[in-house]
């Protein structure tokens, strides 16, 4: 299994949003300081949950929105759009938590614009999920070129959208 200490919880989001884009991550070209959108999810990021000790990295490889009082971890997003990505890189932090034996853990997937807040917990299912991920993630990385542009309505606002079609 590849080592999860390499793999971050942006490349699994990536992972479900075009895997070109995560090509270009895992090769250190990022595009996310030039995309608006990307500064508004910071914004709410940082005016959302003002109380909570925010952005605890681990191993330098997961960053974790906050941990609330009770133990939960959560992740702060700007829109449900993305949600199964999203869904996949809070799990991903579970599991990832897990293999670092703290156990029983649940995760808050929280949209403050939209008032909404989905709960998760990691099953046996999802671990098998994610290691077969890990290894579909690699071989991304491994790859000499990046794959195919994806083509979709989502491209338009995507910060990588000059590398793949200007």
């Known amino acids: 299994m590849p080592d999860p200490v390499h793999i971050t919880?942006?490349?699994?989001?990536?992972?479900?949003i075009c895997q070109r884009k995560l090509w270009y991550f895992c090769h250190q070209?990022?595009?996310?300081h030039?995309?608006?959108l990307v500064q508004i999810g910071k914004v709410i990021d940082q005016t959302s949950y003002s109380r909570e000790k925010k952005s605890i990295m681990i191993d330098n490889t997961i960053c974790i929105d906050f941990i609330d009082?009770?133990?939960?971890?959560?992740?702060?997003?700007k829109s449900d759009s993305m949600e199964d990505a999203h869904i996949?890189?809070?799990?991903y932090y579970l599991y990832y938590l897990k293999l670092r034996g703290v156990e029983n853990?649940?995760?808050?997937?929280?949209?403050?614009?939209?008032?909404k807040k989905i709960r998760?917990?990691?099953?046996?299912?999802?671990?098998?999920?994610?290691?077969?991920?890990?290894?579909?993630?690699?071989a991304v990385k491994n790859l000499e070129l990046p794959p195919a542009a994806i083509n979709s309505k989502i491209c338009q606002k995507?910060?990588?959208?000059?590398?793949?079609?200007v």
């Open 34 to 36: 030039n995309s608006e």
């Open 105 to 115: 853990l649940a995760g808050s997937l929280d949209y403050p614009k939209l008032k």
């Open 158 to 165: 995507c910060s990588y959208y000059e590398l793949c079609y």
């Open 120 to 138: 998760l917990e990691l099953g046996d299912d999802d671990i098998l999920v994610i290691e077969n991920m890990l290894f579909k993630i690699q």
């Open 88 to 91: 996949w890189q809070l799990k």
């Open 29 to 32: 070209i990022q595009m996310e």
């Open 69 to 77: 009082g009770k133990g939960i971890i959560n992740e702060v997003k």
């Open 9 to 16: 919880g942006t490349m699994i989001n990536y992972y479900f």
